[in-house]
């Protein structure tokens, strides 16, 4: 199943497909690793419901949902 | 001298390692050119003395940040004789990441991987010897905390430095490879220094390349169409990217050696379960709070932990009274905080040797002489009045690097991101700010943190409404001198509610710039949340040390320089007599009665009568130093009673100047709704010389000379407001007040609409 990361819900785990967006915003996620082919997985949301926590390459990383929703993922993925 | 730079991930443990390397060698300056401060010291274990760099943490070369930018260019355009980079080993994919672009410039690396020690005690282990061959640069582990290998790391440096290297890329992707070449060859036709590096990035779309070379752009664009790969198209930022990646995790993910895999899923660590306190949904924000209450409290409290009923209860206070430890270690509200006991005993230093000083020279030069006058009130008194915040200064900055430093303060910007969103500012704008509780100047350094520069414009602008602790004593004396004279108000709400008034301006500023002239989308929100560490006591007061030795350069320059100025102006009139404290015919108070009608509409202008001109002058002098602001007052209520010996002595009694506002209140026919707005007026308005200094190198080109107007206009527009509001409350100028305060509330809620209007007409052009 395909869904984006800003309607994961807690401790889901996907591996990414693509990466959306443009300009700095775009390659920010992708320096930070956000690659294709890369599994994350959503650990926490921010006590108001925003921003998100993910774990990514071993770290952990926070971005909004705007951000979230450009990163397009594949359910499951490797455990 | 040879010159290492230190590059690395944000918490690789750089400045660690800078400070192992360098011991108290290290010192705070500014670049030429760049804003920013840089921080080298020297290396002296080896046979020549090298100079180490720190450079701001990076996770890419391609600039995101302005710190980001000071990194980039510093390695690219000043030419280190070598570049230490930093792995954290528990995080080696992301952290190679920079590796593999600092590779591609001709420059000698060396890799450090930093954090052995903790990679170790989790039971797995690296292979070093293996990461060197395939980077084909030389790898070392390192503990920077426990200092192991930093010899060795340094030998190694040092021969690499000897060495010219050229840079080389780990893409391997054929076609891409030839694109390189190409671009390359271009560069190199233009004598571009790291033709390879400038290639690469112009390649991934870098901001910077593109602007700076928009010729070869068209050739980029060109291979483009011809270029298809099976997963990405002809996007070549992704590729590249994922290049990078697919090389580190294939070439090394067998050299971490770990007792076990473990899933996403399953990690679990001591930093997790700190989390689940720290960013609880409900708990967060009230342990928030509380941090943020304690921090304020230990610094800034006069009734510790309010204890202040126990002192006098159990006897303890009566015995001591009179002492020298009232007043040092308590008052008649309560225990003293460990700030408030520092800085008072600064401060009882300090009355001590300026005293001393006077009486020596009083006895050698004779009463009244214009020398004593200078060094004592004009040079120690400015100095000491600067010095004097000192302690409390570094305590709250103390405190916020032990949060900082723990990682705390990533995560407050992870629970308040979305409150700040509503504003126009993500969640890392509020560090800033709530340093701005303490001193300006390292609040307004902070905002480089800041990815956007319209967010970093707005939050610098607002950090002076955050009323800084030089602004407390304006609050204290002249919420007390009202109290005084006209027996009424209450200190502590007065205190409390000009707090509040310089956050709800802070926000109303904010909104409204970010809706007009700092119009814009809100910069993406994208953080590492680093592990929790314990933080380290020695980088701690390193970092202090920086701090205090800033300061009192500051203290002993600028502020010291406009302090002699303005004595000189405020103790010699227009015939250049020395008026030995007369400050009514002073040239100051000449200036003071030109611009007193300006003040009118303040409460503070013509309506007063002839000695109304001091809180122009008050004003003024406030831009050195808010501590001037009541020493003004103070100064000139000494002249006006000067016939009665009784209130001399009084005024001198009282350090926290309350009898001299009651005095200048009584002589100026000053209203209390008045005094509200001079204080709102210097809460508000153009802050010290040392945050203005500071506004100047941290602001973007060409927004200075707005950012002192708008402090302007913010003072002048938000203290007329509460002047003629307070003034509808009181039957002598209600008539007057009642319709200005509606004209003003018409005239603001005719401006929002405009504003509103024109936004939905003009909206914002996706960036």
């Given at each position: 199943m395909i869904k984006r990361l800003d309607e994961f819900a807690l401790g889901e785990t996907g591996v990414v497909k693509t990466v959306e967006g443009e300009g700095m915003l775009r390659r920010r996620l992708l320096d930070m690793g956000v690659t294709p082919g890369t599994a994350i997985f959503l650990r926490k949301k921010a006590p108001l419901g925003d921003p998100i926590e993910i774990t990514i390459r071993g770290y952990e990383l926070t971005l909004r949902k705007t951000e979230a929703h450009l990163i397009v993922l594949e359910m499951g993925g490797r455990k | 001298m040879k010159r290492f730079a230190l590059a690395g991930n944000p918490n690789s443990g750089k400045t660690t390692l800078f400070n192992?390397?360098?011991?108290?060698?290290?010192?705070v300056g500014n670049w030429p050119?760049?804003?920013?401060?840089?921080?080298?010291?020297?290396?002296?274990?080896?046979?020549?003395?090298?100079?180490?760099?720190?450079?701001?943490?990076?996770?890419?070369?391609?600039?995101?940040t302005s710190e980001e930018v000071v990194s980039r260019n510093y390695i690219i355009d000043e030419h280190p004789d070598c570049v230490i980079n930093i792995v954290d080993v528990t995080n080696l994919e992301r952290n190679l990441y920079l590796t593999t672009q600092l590779l591609e410039i001709n420059v000698p690396v060396v890799v450090a991987l930093n954090m052995i020690d903790v990679l170790n005690k989790s039971g797995a282990e690296i292979n070093a010897k293996q990461l060197e061959e395939k980077l084909g640069?030389?790898?070392?582990?390192?503990?920077?905390?426990?200092?192991?290998?930093?010899?060795e790391l340094m030998k190694r440096a040092l021969e690499a430095s000897s060495k010219p290297r050229e840079g080389r890329t780990i893409i391997s992707n054929e076609d891409l490879l030839h694109l390189i070449g190409d671009v390359k060859i271009a560069f190199k036709g233009k004598q571009v220094?790291?033709?390879?590096?400038?290639?690469?990035?112009?390649i991934e779309e870098d901001e910077v390349e593109m602007k700076s070379h928009p010729e070869l752009v068209e050739m980029v664009t060109d291979f483009k169409k011809t270029f298809k790969d099976e997963t990405f198209g002809e996007d070549l930022v992704a590729v590249i990217a994922d290049s990078r990646y697919k090389y580190i995790?294939?070439?090394?993910?067998?050299?971490?050696?770990?007792?076990?895999?473990?899933?996403?899923e399953d990690k679990m660590n001591t930093s997790d379960k700190i989390d689940r306190v720290l960013t609880h949904k409900v708990f967060g924000l009230i342990i928030f709070a509380a941090i943020l209450f304690l921090v304020f409290h230990l610094v800034f409290s006069e009734n510790f932990f309010f204890l202040g009923g126990i002192l006098s209860a159990n006897g303890v206070a009566p015995s001591l009274e009179g002492t020298i430890y009232e007043g040092l270690f308590w008052t008649e509200s309560g225990i003293n905080s460990p700030g408030v006991i520092l800085q008072n005993f600064f401060e009882m230093s300090f009355t001590a040797i300026t005293d001393a000083v006077a009486n020596g020279l009083n006895g050698a030069l004779g009463e009244g002489h214009w020398f004593t006058g200078f060094l004592c009130d004009g040079v120690l008194s400015g100095l000491?009045?600067?010095?004097?915040?000192?302690?409390?200064?570094?305590?709250?900055?103390?405190?916020?690097?032990?949060m900082e430093d723990s990682g705390y303060m990533a995560r407050v910007a992870f629970i308040l991101d979305k409150l700040f969103r509503k504003f126009g500012l993500s969640g890392r704008a509020f560090i800033p700010m709530i340093m701005g509780f303490g001193c300006s100047v390292p609040a307004m350094?902070?905002?480089?943190?800041?990815?956007?520069?319209?967010?970093?414009?707005?939050?610098i602008r607002v950090i002076p409404f955050f009323s800084c602790g030089a602004k407390l004593p304006i609050l204290v004396a002249i919420a007390g001198g009202v109290l005084q004279a006209f027996g009424m108000g209450n200190v502590d709400l007065i205190t409390y509610s000009m707090y509040l008034v310089g956050i709800i301006a802070a926000i109303i500023c904010v909104v409204l710039m970010r809706n007009t002239s700092l119009r814009g989308k809100s910069a993406p929100f994208i953080m590492e949340l680093p592990e929790y560490r314990v933080p380290q006591f020695k980088s701690l007061m390193i970092h202090l040390w920086?701090?205090?030795?800033?300061?009192v350069q500051k203290a002993f320059t600028v502020i010291l320089a406009s302090t002699i100025v303005i004595w000189f102006l405020s103790n010699f009139g227009f015939n250049w007599a020395y008026l030995d404290g007369d400050m009514s015919n002073s040239i100051l108070a000449g200036i003071g009665q030109l611009i007193q009608p300006l003040f009118t509409p303040l409460g503070f202008g013509a309506q007063l009568n002839a000695f109304g001109f001091v809180f122009a002058v008050a004003a003024i002098t406030g831009l050195i130093a808010k501590e001037n602001v009541i020493a003004t007052l103070a100064a000139l209520a000494t002249i006006i009673v000067t016939a009665s010996p009784d209130l001399v002595a009084a005024i001198e009694a009282d350090e926290e100047g309350i009898e001299a506002v009651a005095i200048m209140i009584q002589n100026t026919g000053i209203t209390w709704q008045g005094c509200i707005s001079f204080i709102a007026f210097n809460m508000l308005t153009i802050p010290c010389f040392a945050a203005c200094a500071t506004a100047k190198a941290e602001l973007p080109k060409g927004t200075f000379k707005w950012t002192i107007l708008f402090w302007l206009a913010a003072s002048y527009v938000g203290s007329a407001t509460i002047y003629s509001f307070l003034s509808m409350f009181d039957a002598s100028s209600f008539m007057w007040a009642i319709p200005v305060f509606a004209g003003i509330l018409v005239l603001a809620v005719a401006a929002v609409i405009i504003i509103v209007r024109y936004n939905k007409k003009h909206p914002i052009k996706e960036a």
């Open positions: - | 192992s390397l360098t011991g108290s060698t290290a010192h050119g760049v804003t920013v401060e840089k921080k080298d010291g020297t290396y002296k274990k080896l046979g020549e003395p090298i100079s180490i760099v720190d450079l701001p943490g990076i996770y890419s070369l391609s600039p995101y640069v030389p790898v070392i582990s390192i503990s920077a905390l426990r200092e192991d290998n930093l010899e220094d790291n033709p390879l590096f400038h290639a690469i990035k112009l995790t294939s070439n090394f993910h067998g050299s971490v050696k770990r007792n076990k895999e473990e899933a996403l000491f009045a600067i010095l004097g915040f000192l302690p409390q200064i570094l305590l709250l900055f103390l405190l916020f690097s032990i350094v902070n905002t480089r943190t800041l990815a956007d520069d319209r967010e970093k414009i707005a939050t920086d701090k205090a030795k800033h300061f």
